[in-house]
């Protein structure tokens, strides 16, 4: 029998990778709570029109990289390409939105059938913040102010790139889609497939081509900014100095449209040059849409998604991962011989008791103590402990596995209250 494989794209994250991962999680967990954002879940089926309805029927993740199918029922669900969606649906579900200001987070698998490549994959997974019942631009600020205080947690801070943009209202960018239509109809012949398909269908997505000739084209094209409303243009001057009061550093791009229809005003991103073409750490803006496009009242909203594997790529290659992160385990109890098992894990338990932030294992099942050793050292203890047989009272040798200084043989109580000289 063929032997048995993931789905390509999609990947195992092992003891070893897992620790980069925890780092992570643990530093945006605590960010959002500094920042009061309280986290949702919701579920990562839902129905495909959800995301039909807010994404938009006509960009590259509903026409191409879904994953959609239909149930035993025969309804069409698809599995959650992105969060936003979602997590309207469950707020606007559970009335959490109607007159009300919310701060939510959320974290989780996202999929999308896309060509796997490094920091692009099928299942990938990302954070994500929502900031709903605030019309900004405060608001923005503090959820872009959210991102860079993470990016400093990290020390990514200096790889990382703000790149902003004012995209107005849907009304605006309709009549400037227009006017980009046909100016991209005159050039026609020197498009490619792809722009040429987008031209008709969402011109705002030729701006993002990766095609240089296209880019060359554009360079006379008509400019977004020229169709936002000044309501818009106001608000996105009023982030733009909140930005500065904030010591926020930022370049604009005109060109930056995002791949999802509900955005509008002011949308972001953070890029790196570390990660080859999978440049794009984090991308959001404001939708104040959405919420009444999904059938809700109408709620102003802002927030960002940003992709856990690019991070944890980039925490890797800038070696960012501290050491201590890296390790599993703390203290290693060496175990010759069977008949010491309960005083072992009895001894194990005193040590997790007394030191509830250290991590203690008890070695099971025999073997040579060579090998026992090495395996503490692989799994990055920094003592070993050799329970004394026949000793009375209970007596146990204790070394650092650095070599620095030798063993030392301790009563098993005594041993406990002095581990922390060890360590
Ligand atoms: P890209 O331009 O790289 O395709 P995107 O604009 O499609 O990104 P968003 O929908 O804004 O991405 O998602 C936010 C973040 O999620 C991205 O900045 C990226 O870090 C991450 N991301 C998106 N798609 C993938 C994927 N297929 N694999 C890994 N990470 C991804
Ligand atoms: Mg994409």
């Given amino acids: 029998m063929a ?54 029927e006509l960009t590259d993740i509903v026409e191409k990289e879904m994953y959609t199918f239909e149930d035993r029922n025969g309804d069409k669900l698809s599995l959650r390409p992105e969060g936003t969606a979602g997590c309207v649906r469950a707020a606007e579900q559970h009335g959490l939105l109607y007159n009300q200001q919310q701060r939510l987070w959320y974290q989780g698998p996202m999929f999308r059938h896309e060509r796997p490549q490094k920091g692009r994959y099928r299942q990938f997974h990302q954070f994500g913040v929502e900031a709903f019942g605030m019309a ?15 990016w400093r947690d990290l020390d990514l801070i200096h790889h990382l790139t703000l790149e902003i943009n004012n995209i107005g209202t849907a009304s605006d960018r309709k009549s400037y889609s227009a006017a980009l239509t046909g100016y991209l109809k005159q050039h026609s012949r020197a498009l490619d497939d792809d722009a040429r398909h987008r031209m008709y269908s969402n011109p705002l997505r030729v701006l993002d081509s990766k095609n240089a000739q296209v880019q060359a084209i554009l360079q006379e094209a008509p400019v977004l900014a020229n169709f936002v409303s000044p309501q818009s243009r106001e608000h ?28 509008n005003n002011c949308v972001f991103e953070w890029t790196t040059l ?4 999978q440049g794009a750490v984090c991308g959001g803006g404001r939708y104040d849409g959405l ?11 802002c927030g960002f998604a940003m992709g856990i594997e690019r991070l944890v790529l980039m925490l ?20 010759a011989d069977p008949d010491d098992a309960a005083q072992s894990q009895k001894l194990a338990s005193a040590i997790r008791q007394q030191y509830p932030r250290l991590g203690v294992i008890s070695h099971c099942g025999g073997g040579k103590s060579k090998a026992q050793i090495k395996r503490a050292y692989n799994l990055g203890a920094t003592a070993v402990i050799t329970l004394l047989a026949d000793s009375d009272p209970a007596c146990a040798s204790i070394r650092r596995l650095d070599q620095s200084g030798g063993a030392e043989t301790l009563e098993i109580n005594s041993l406990v209250e002095q581990l922390g000289r060890f360590l």
Avoid: C
């Avoid at 991962?21 to 839902?46: A, C, D, K, T």
């Fill in 316 to 335: 890797e290659s800038l070696e960012k991962i501290p050491h201590d992160a890296l390790k599993s385990i703390d203290v290693y109890i060496l175990g």
């Fill in 236 to 263: 996105y001057e009023q982030l733009k100095s909140l930005l500065a009061d904030l010591d926020i550093a930022f370049v604009e791009n005109r060109h930056l449209v995002r791949g999802l229809d509900y955005y």
């Fill in 274 to 277: 570390e990660l080859g073409a």
């Fill in 3 to 56: 032997k048995l494989q993931a789905i390509r794209g999609m990947n195992d994250i092992l003891p070893g990778q897992s620790q980069g991962w925890q780092f992570l999680e643990g530093i945006f967990h605590s960010v959002v709570r500094r920042f009061g954002y309280q986290e949702i879940r919701f579920p990562v089926l839902e129905q495909s029109s959800l995301f039909q309805r807010s994404i938009g």
């Fill in 136 to 150: 900004g631009p405060d608001i923005d600020a503090e959820v872009i102010k959210l991102s860079a205080q993470l």
């Fill in 291 to 301: 919420v009444e496009q999904l059938g809700g009242k109408a709620t102003f909203a």
